[in-house]
């Protein structure tokens, strides 16, 4: 049986009978072994980008002194145990003053990789190229920090934008950690953070991690590289979705033109399989050299998918590298195997109804073609039910898999009844059309399954597409709408009082024009009569707003851009507190209300509040916002400084200039430039979309298989078609008018159909994320019908373009 | 008698497997205007392949075909398909009838597709003159095969052409649905020409004039 099998396969594979259901698989494998292999070897690029900028695979933070046996335990697993002390404290250089993060490391903390200390001295500090600049400091010169006098021996920057901005508003300074006590800055009272940083084998130090975790203290803050930040976490999990979803997309599409070409590869097995059975050839048999062939098909196709996946890969990597510069290609085992089983899979859930059906059959049903048993037909179902399922739990992360099969299925029920719905509506009007418009309805009455399934394919995908290019767009222009042409770049704090008019007189000689904002830094510690403390809150988020401070504005009117969205009453307003207005999300996370009282540690001093407004802020606007806003009261031993933001428009070194010369006029003035920043994300967003957007290039060759596949399946009848027209004395542009016209029909009825979601999705997206009004947007009908239409009459002309020359008499010889 | 098709000295030659393998060995013959022709013969003699030539589906290899006086050789493929819509009806034996389509709507393509006027009218008055009246709005799978080659009849009348070619067009029918086709074919002369290739030698012997195909070349039978 089996050489009978290999044979028959052989044969068939010679004269290309299978090409598309090929074509199909090999689609679908390379399409899961390519996204996969991109998906995990930027993930674990990004891993190691972090471990390498942490400089370990573990941190432990905490704000108590942390025991040493944990230092102790880990080097006994021969973990590298890295140590830093870190407290913020002021400088001095002659007379000036300023605020550094003072970072005390051992030599194996990550830190001491770029810290250049001369053995056996005492006294060397290394600080960063924004305090030399800042207070022009270079190597050699000395300063005064707590009771000692440090050389400084080395200068270090850093190239991060987001970490240059940081350090402005306390550089770094660094010192061998054996330094710290001779300071006298580590007594009690004093705000220190300690941190250990772990680096050795991967199972030892999940270990160590396992251990750390199950003792944890309130103090403490586990980071792992692997998890170094929930919102870079979040957003990354994000983009694995994406992309999970680019490829279980793939699949599926590429599984409705599995499903229409094996309809048609196996209608032709009818005949033979009628025959066999009639001379007596047993089901098993059958089952063995039919189903034979088909598993032959299902692993060379996803072998060689697999392979193709794989060479994509690595001629991406070139690609990949500009993109993270850092890129290391992971082992390609994982997404091979994930490859061929999924596409496999795929193929045996699309085809072995069809198959089932064939096989269970009695002869004289097959020569009849009469119905089937259903209890037959629903067991091949459940099957291929349970191998979607597989499908789908092999690509999915465990915690989404069900949320996202959920809205696939009703995904794909809406689309269903859309599909439906546009076939219907044709159907309805060839009646009053006429000539080859009335011919083209006719042939795609012909096959409404397939129809439908090249609506549902086609349009699902310029769906996808349209949406993410739009959903991109939308994202862009609504930030870059929220920003004016004059939003500031520049913002100033920590300005003191007695400098604010020399600054402001310095702006407006540029005509640079800046409000002066007074602000506190004050600690929330009670709510009511709820003490909080950052161990009662799960939330990173609270916990976090807890440890800190936060800044407080004092403005006797709330800013133009934030939005007042609750106030007390005049009855409710207990004049003898101070009044405060809380930004919304503050207010969710604490379950803040109007006309609560909050209590503030303002350095030192407990001040009550009362709560007058909640407002709302447009974080992305670049203005200066504030979680609490003060209206101005009694605050004479309060300790102010002013911020400010403007717009710079001047020459780069005017602008320096003028730093300087702020910087002067007010030496503990920091100035934070976010351009760098606003272009760094810009850019990011933009790679990050157009990658994805390629990826679902995979999705947009599988739906044109399904039109191929369908094109296939119809091919026989539009022969006969043909034939039949020019026998009746059709011209050839008439002809090539039908051809074209049927799949331009498909087109814009997929495009209708793709234009109609994602116009219902942007919608959504305006209301429900944006807070935007509905806007009718013609550009992504015409885009999504132009598309649809065009890119379906450019496989029409693909596809007939050989037929269109063909003689009658060929046309006659390719039906007999 | 003006002749509507001269064939003088045809020759086809097929390749099979790219050997030419000769069909037609010089076939000479002529049908007056009005008259009905059957073409006999064995299977695989090369009778639908002469049907073929004689309507400009295909090109002889050698020879002359003169349609109405216009000779078939050099004409493009388009110049033909407008001979045959202005002059030609054709009868396939596995009727062709477009499966989307209702019974009226096969019947009113070819008129459609020439932007000819009073395309329902003239339709439901062929469809009439078969005997299809009541079955105007059907699709073909709900006709049976006498029906469906009524109405391939109708759709071939329905340009009123000159002339019209029959590849066994009761090849796929019974006796009794057989013999009314004939008729109906029949009945069209002798205002139409008909040219009926058949295995039926009873629809031949009905027919004015009889050829046979035998060994490439045509033998008129007496």
Redesign the interface.
Known sequence: MMSLTLRWFWRSTQRREYLWLWLAVILSSASVTLISQVSQSVRATMVAETVNSMGAQLLLRSTQPIDRHWAEQAAKAEITVGELIQLNTMIAVDDAFQLVSLRAVSPAHPDSRWLTFEAGAQDQVVIDQGLAQKMNLSIGQTLALGKQTFRIVGIHSHQDPLAMMVNQLAPPVFIPISQIDRLGLTGEGSRISYEHSFLGKPDAVEKLYAALQADKRASWQLIRADQSSQDLENTLSTAWLFLDIAALTTLLIAGLSILIASRFYLQRWVQTLALLRALGVTQARLFGVFGGQLMLLAIMASLIGTAIGVIGFYALVPVLTLWLPSFTSDIPWLPMLMGMVSSSLTFWAFTLPLFWRMIQTKPQQLFRQTAHSVAQQRLAWLISGILLVLVMALLLPAHLRWWVMLALGLTALLLWGFALLLQRVIFRLQPITRGWLRLVIANLKQDPLSLKLQFVAFGLVLYLLLLLTLVHVQLIHHWQASLSDTTPNVFIINVQPEEVQDVQQQLQQHQLSAEMIPMLRARLIQHNDRRLSPEDFSAGRAKRLLEREANMAILSDLPAHNTLLESITNDQRQSQLPAVSVERGMAELFQIRPADRLVFDIQGQTITFQVTAIRDVVWQSLQPNFFFIAEPWTQEALPLTYLSSFYDNLTPSTSQALKASLQQASPSLLWLDVRALIDQIQQLMQQASTAIRFLYGFALLASILVVMSATLAAREARYRQWLVLRTLGAQQRQLILIGLAEYALIGLLAGTLAALLAQLSLALISVYWLALPIHWDIALWLWSLGLGSGSLVLIAVLSQAKLWSMRPRALMHHNE | MTPVLELIDVHYEASFAGNPVPILKGCDYFVEAGTSLAIVGRSGSGKSTLL?LM?G???QTTGSIRLFGQSLMGMS??QR??????H?G?V?QNF?L????TAL?NV???L????ESD?KQRAEAVLGFVELSHRLHHYPSSLSGGEQQRVAIA?ALVSRPALIFADEPTGNLDETTAQMIQQLLLSLTPKTTLIVVTHDLDFASQCQQRVHLVQGKLVPVT
């Open positions: 073929s309507a589906l295909d090109e493929e388009d398909a407008a001979l045959r819509a202005q030609i054709f396939f062709q477009i499966a989307g389509m709507e009113m393509l070819p459609e597709l020439f932007g395309i759709r």
